[in-house]
């Protein structure tokens, strides 16, 4: 029986691409080696890199303006880096709360120099994106930083924030990098961990724009420098081989795809689908305001916790696993990145529907 994995992250990731690292996992480029042992200085691997970057400014339109990084630590490590680099002690940064990830960099850049929440929903369970017209941004802040997508609380910005000149609009965009178009010349800086939409875990994909890395404090660990990772290739030490040629597989495929537009025209589908069939239901209902609902996230909860651990037993006995709701909200979590086919989607709407005229 197939399996649909609908977890949030580690996600699933094509098909197509599981196949093609099997098929070269002990004998890559016909070396008889597998790309996991072979030299990361070697000609085999800087091809995967350089590929894999050329992908990302293919499919992002991405000029030489911007960097492509790769920075082992997670979107987590980013927190701290991202202080660190751009916000001077005596200085002010502005902040986004829009959820759980949002909240936790909130909590790192604090240890660093102020933070000024221009906006929150955590009053109402976060369950919207903060009103932007009725933001309070600082006069001077060294960047502005949002989280883009939700992934426990299941909103998404489906347009970004006005900055004022000279601020850099820096995005957590680690559960929808990927996902649609979006113009990179709006910001100083997106970044990610790659194990939703990208590949899997174990390496972060940072997009910076260079002038802004130039900035970045000098009297931090190398390590912990935008500067070393652009000077040095991201291999100032030997970077996440294999999440990075994983990476290179999955952009391979979007492109294969159609590019980002394709890949977004089918996201909507398979998420106003789901929408739909909640919204149109007594049994099912969504926690989230319509306008923030996120299309890679989709949280919704049953009338009763009894009926939800049922249906995601159920759900998994049937071929569709990782529904379970993140531990610190609940309910139900249907995530439905760039590899989870329509058919997937259509395999849960047809289990809800049946799991409804049951229990309903």
């Known amino acids: 029986m197939k399996v649909y994995n609908f977890s949030a992250g580690p996600a699933m990731l094509p098909e197509e691409v599981m196949l093609k690292a099997q098929e070269e996992f002990c004998n890559y480029g016909d070396t008889k080696c597998g790309i996991l042992e072979l030299s990361h200085r070697g000609p085999q691997f800087m091809d995967v890199l350089a590929t894999a970057k050329q992908n990302i400014r293919d499919l992002m339109n991405i000029n030489d303006d911007y960097e492509i990084c790769f920075v082992q630590g997670g979107a987590s490590m980013q927190f701290c880096m991202i202080p660190m680099n751009f916000l001077p002690a005596d200085g002010v940064a502005d902040y ?6 949002s909240s936790k960099a909130i909590q790192e ?16 369970n976060y369950d919207r994106i903060p009103v932007v017209r009725h933001w309070q941004p600082s006069e001077n802040a060294a960047y502005m930083h949002i989280t883009s997508n939700n992934t426990i609380a299941g909103t998404q910005f489906h347009t970004f924030p006005p900055v004022k000149e000279g601020v850099p609009m820096i995005a957590d965009m680690s559960s929808d990098f990927m996902s649609r178009v979006i113009d990179i010349n709006d910001f100083g800086m997106v970044y990610g961990g790659a194990q939703k939409n990208l590949g899997p875990s174990g390496v972060a994909l940072v997009i910076i724009r260079k002038d802004l890395a130039a900035r970045g404090n000098k009297n931090i660990p190398t390590m912990l420098r935008y500067s070393t990772y652009i000077d040095k290739d991201s ?8 999440a990075i040629y994983l990476l290179k597989l999955v952009t391979d495929w979007m492109k294969a795809q159609g590019g980002l537009a394709m890949i977004e025209e089918i996201n909507n589908t398979k998420s106003e689908a789901l929408y739909e069939l909640i919204d149109g239901s007594d049994f099912y209902r969504s926690p989230v305001e319509p306008g923030s609902r996120s299309k890679m996230n989709i949280v919704f909860r049953l009338p009763s916790e009894e009926l939800e651990g049922e249906f995601i037993k159920k759900a998994g006995m049937n071929g569709m696993s990782g529904l379970k709701g993140h531990r610190s909200v609940g309910g139900i979590r249907a995530s439905i990145y760039n590899a989870m086919p329509i058919a997937g989607v259509e395999k849960l709407i047809d289990f809800m529907i049946q ?3 049951n229990k309903g």
Request: net charge positive; no cysteine; charged share 20%.
């Open 355 to 357: 799991f409804e005229k």
């Open 109 to 124: 850049a604090q240890r660093f120099a102020k933070i000024n929440v221009v906006g929150s929903s955590k009053e109402t």
């Open 96 to 101: 986004a709360d829009s959820g759980t990830w």
């Open 235 to 242: 291999m100032f030490n030997t970077p996440p081989t294999f």
